[in-house]
């Protein structure tokens, strides 16, 4: 069984930095693409930023030139740093992680989120 595990979320002000992280554990294959998610209150879930195996990398227009998603396969693990920050930011952020199991079955995996707070 395979688990993701999110880090630091928390209270920031307007124009600041936070770094989430979000490791994987347990048995697979391997670690295909991996993504970051947010849903503000009142909205649906939106993709913020998405790295391939490869490390090609896409933003959502709202956070490029802010935000950079980066992984350390060794580690099993993705970051998103997040720079410039506004309250238009604030939102439950999930990552989101797309492995190959021990059985070669391809399978999609969600954090349990981590809430970030932007506002002074």
């Known amino acids: 069984q395979v688990q993701l595990v999110e880090s630091g979320g928390g209270l920031v002000q307007p124009g600041g930095s936070l770094r989430l992280s979000c490791a994987a554990s347990?048995?697979?294959?391997?670690?295909?693409?991996m993504a970051w998610y947010r849903q503000a209150p009142g909205k649906e879930r939106e993709p913020v930023a998405t790295?391939?195996?490869?490390?090609?990398?896409r933003y959502a227009d709202s956070v490029k030139g802010r935000f950079t998603i980066s992984r350390d396969n060794a580690k099993n693990t993705v970051y998103l740093q997040m720079n410039s920050l506004s309250p238009e930011d604030t939102a439950v952020y999930y990552c989101?992680?797309?492995?190959?199991?021990?059985?070669?079955?391809?399978?999609?995996?969600w954090g349990q989120g981590t809430l970030v707070t932007v506002s002074s």
């Open positions: 790295i391939s195996s490869s490390e090609d990398t």
């Open positions: 347990g048995r697979m294959r391997t670690i295909t693409t």
């Open positions: 989101n992680v797309n492995v190959r199991t021990m059985d070669w079955n391809f399978l999609t995996i």
